[in-house]
């Protein structure tokens, strides 16, 4: 052969044992990463709807005493951007914001106003609108966003 010239044939070592404790904890290891990531432990994004039996009827989860803490809003406007914030009786600009604000606000206590805002909307507007909203007489903000896509406009 073409090896015998160089003596390869007697530096060769003999063959590792196949399975060495590496390999088991390497195994039990891989067992152990695919038992805990497809487990219980990892929830599942959605909500589970029983379709048949006596809870056959699609029901939201439900805790002792959530609605103990809810609060009602009293006014709610929707930003889409400085020159388009919708309210109840149209569209306003960001400069017609403070005075619609004052109106809504006047002889009443403890207003909250819940802001929709588009994702889009820049943190200085916001700054801007809490600002507004404290100067008018609102005792809480509540903010919601909303996403920067198309909404769906069949859902109630």
Known sequence: MIT?????AAR???LPPAHDALFYVNVL??????????SRFVLAPGLTVPLTGARA???LPWLAGAVAGAQ???????????QSIMVDTGV???EDLPGWLRKQ???RKNLRLLVEADLSLPSGDQVRIAEMATEAGFAELQWATQSVGPRNETAP
Do not use: N, W
């Not at 290891?29 to 497809?38: A, D, G, H, I």
């Open 92 to 94: 306003l600009r960001m």
């Open 4 to 8: 015998r010239p160089l003596g390869l």
């Open 29 to 38: 290891l891989t067992v152990f990463f695919f038992s805990l990531f497809s």
């Open 57 to 59: 009827a699609v029901q």
């Open 72 to 82: 009602t809003t009293d006014v709610v406007i929707t930003v889409r951007s400085a």
């Open 12 to 14: 060769l070592r003999p």
């Open 105 to 107: 606000a006047k002889g």
